[in-house]
């Protein structure tokens, strides 16, 4: 397995930021996130099985992290930094109910940390002093995957360019139709599910698509 410190998330203009749908058959999957990252440029993987046995998401992991690696794409593990650190992935995306922020960075010192903000500056401010990667904002548009609680604004992620270094990450029902805005307010990533998962034509397609809108912005 490739080493993950040699796997990172970096921000060339605004990337795609794939999520895995929250039940996956990891060996049938595999062949579908293979066909999406032949299809174009990916950051990074988020491995997002809610509710998942530890031993789930292991098997996942271990079918899925070759493939990103074969793409110089980067692997996340959502919710929980000590089994990112105890598999090998390149890094942890933690909610703010994730367990302890400071603790997972002093783990991960080597790997990455994402950490969610919701529409939050003074959540968002608290991370990017901790250390973290990278910040999450949203959700910025209806979206089927999860409950709706926090709504982001276009303005937050025109402050956060402005003011901070650290990339963005933009979440929540982002398509290729509505995702411009989010470009050009300054969100270095779009993570996205059904957008690439659910396209009609194919997570390839899904890919395509989303990079098209983003290279159009």
């Not at 950490?115 to 003074?122: E, G, L, Q, W």
């Not at 963005?168 to 509505?178: E, F, P, R, S």
């Not at 969100?187 to 290279?215: E, K, S």
Request: hydrophobic fraction near 50%.
């Amino acid at each position: 397995m490739a080493n993950a410190a040699s796997h990172g998330v970096s921000s060339a203009g605004c990337r795609l930021y794939l999520i895995t749908p929250p039940r996956i058959d990891p060996a049938a999957f595999r062949d579908h996130l293979a066909a999406a990252l032949d299809a174009g440029d990916v950051a990074c993987l988020q491995l997002r099985l809610k509710d998942a046995a530890a031993d789930d998401i292991e098997r996942a992991a271990e079918a899925l992290m070759p493939v990103c690696y074969a793409h110089d794409v980067a692997f996340i593990l959502n919710d929980d930094a000590k089994l990112a650190h105890a598999l090998g992935c390149d890094g942890a995306h933690l909610g703010q109910t994730d367990g302890d922020h400071e603790g997972a960075r002093a783990l991960l010192k080597d790997s990455i940390l994402g950490i969610t903000c919701h529409a939050s500056r003074h959540l968002a401010m608290e991370a990017g002093e901790l250390g973290a990667d990278y910040v999450a904002f949203g959700a910025f548009f209806p979206t089927e995957t999860k409950d709706t609680v926090h709504t982001a604004g276009i303005d937050l992620l025109e402050w956060w360019s402005e003011m901070m270094e650290i990339p963005c990450v933009a979440i929540g029902g982002i398509t290729a139709a509505n995702c411009g805005p989010l470009v050009r307010a300054g969100a270095d990533f779009l993570a996205v599910v059904g957008a690439v998962w659910n396209h009609p034509d194919g997570p390839a397609a899904g890919v395509r698509a989303m990079n098209a809108a983003i290279a159009a912005a």
